[in-house]
Nanobody, 116 residues
């Protein structure tokens, strides 16, 4: 059974930093592209960053230069390093992997709040 468990969320002031982690199990982690999404209150879920099995990365324009996605295949974990956080980054952040299941698998989410 595939499981994704996010951690690392919290409350920070604008300009602060956080590092999110997503631990995966039930898949051959190194073979899969991993994604981070976020959903702000009252808004649709949006793709934030992706990392392929070869560690190629893509970012939403809104986070380029501030967020960095990385992976550690030995630990079956994908990370999202976030710096210079802004109030508009406030959201629940989700880890996602696409497999044969339509829509893929999702973690439970971790809340990031950016507020002075």
């Amino acid at each position: 059974q595939v499981q994704l468990v996010e951690s690392g969320g919290g409350s920070v002031q604008p300009g602060g930093s956080l590092r999110l982690s997503c631990a995966a199990s039930g898949i051959i982690f190194r073979l899969y592209t991993m994604h981070w999404y976020r959903q702000a209150p009252g808004k649709e879920r949006e793709l934030v960053a992706s990392i392929t099995s070869e560690s190629s990365t893509k970012y939403a324009d809104s986070v380029k230069g501030r967020f960095t996605i990385g992976r550690d295949n030995a630990k079956n974990t994908v990370y999202l390093q976030m710096i210079d956080l802004k109030p508009e980054d406030t959201a629940v952040y989700y880890c996602n992997v696409l497999t044969t299941l339509p829509g893929g698998y999702w973690g439970q989410g971790t809340l990031v709040t950016v507020d002075s």
